[in-house]
Nanobody, 124 residues
Framework: QVQLVESGGGLVQTGGSLRLSCEASGFTTDTYVMGWFRQAPGKERNFVTGIGWRDGRTDYADSVKGRFTISRDIAKNTVYLQMNGLNPEDTAVYYC?????????????????WGQGTQVTVSS
């Protein structure tokens, strides 16, 4: 049973930073991808970033390139999302995701496992 446990959301002012964490358990292979999606009120869930667990390759949505960084700690089975230069458009519930597929996808349907979500609010 794969479980994803997120932490690190909160309230921050424009220009501030937050770091989200997601600890994974239950995977039986290292051929998988983890990442983050976000959903703002009244909007669909959108891809933010993903990372290949074995090779560490990454992909980012254009809206967060240069501001957000995804990383992993293999020993801790944890993926991190460092968010800098936050603005009100980044306000959303952020979901940690994982899939047994080897390719980073921007489509939410490609991810089998989802965390409970953590709220990020950026005030102007």
């Amino acid at each position: 049973q794969v479980q994803l446990v997120e932490s690190g959301g909160g309230l921050v002012q424009t220009g501030g930073s937050l770091r989200l964490s997601c600890e994974a358990s239950g995977f039986t292979t290292d051929t998988y991808v983890m990442g983050w999606f976000r959903q703002a009120p009244g909007k669909e869930r959108n891809f933010v970033t993903g990372i290949g667990w074995r090779d560490g390759r990454t992909d980012y949505a254009d809206s967060v390139k240069g501001r957000f960084t995804i990383s992993r700690d293999i020993a801790k089975n944890t993926v991190y999302l460092q968010m800098n230069g936050l603005n009100p458009e980044d306000t959303a519930v952020y979901y940690c995701v994982a899939t047994g597929r080897a390719r980073i996808s921007t489509r939410p349907g490609e991810y089998y496992y989802w965390g409970q979500g953590t709220q990020v609010t950026v005030s102007s």
